[in-house]
């Protein structure tokens, strides 16, 4: 079993930057890729990035992110993290990371494709 927590979110004003954190303890998940979501209200919750691997490896953002959202992660203490930066309001929603195993790549940003989440943590961006 793998548990994830998600820390660091918070308000902030737009144009601003955030660091999300999502640590993981429990079983072995060397070979688990990586994903952050998002969920506002009202909206299905929706893959903002993925790594291919808890150590590392292959990126990939989504349209709305690309260019102000980065991933990178940090092996001495399992954790990898989510910078937001030239938030915007349409940003605001509650964030998850996600460790999955055992899918291809194309299937990393389809929530069904992860095993495990963490419980979130809200974001908010005010204009």
């Known amino acids: 079993q793998v548990q994830l927590v998600e820390s660091g979110g918070g308000l902030v004003q737009a144009g601003g930057s955030l660091r999300l954190s999502c640590a993981a303890s429990?079983?072995?998940?060397?070979?688990?890729?990586v994903g952050w979501f998002r969920q506002a209200p009202g909206k299905e919750r929706e893959c903002v990035g993925t790594?291919?691997?808890?150590?590392?490896?292959?990126?990939d953002y989504a349209d709305s992110v690309k260019g102000r959202f980065t991933i990178s992660r940090d092996n001495a203490k399992n954790a990898v993290y989510l910078h937001m930066n030239s938030l915007k309001p349409e940003d605001t929603a509650v964030y998850y990371c996600?460790?999955?195993?055992?899918?291809?790549?194309?299937?990393?940003?389809?929530?069904?494709?992860?095993?495990?989440w963490g419980q979130g943590t809200q974001v908010t961006v005010s204009s």
């Open positions: 996600a460790a999955g195993v055992g899918a291809i790549s194309g299937l990393y940003y389809y929530t069904s494709s992860y095993a495990y």
């Open positions: 429990g079983r072995t998940y060397r070979n688990y890729f």
């Open positions: 790594i291919k691997s808890w150590y590392g490896g292959t990126t």
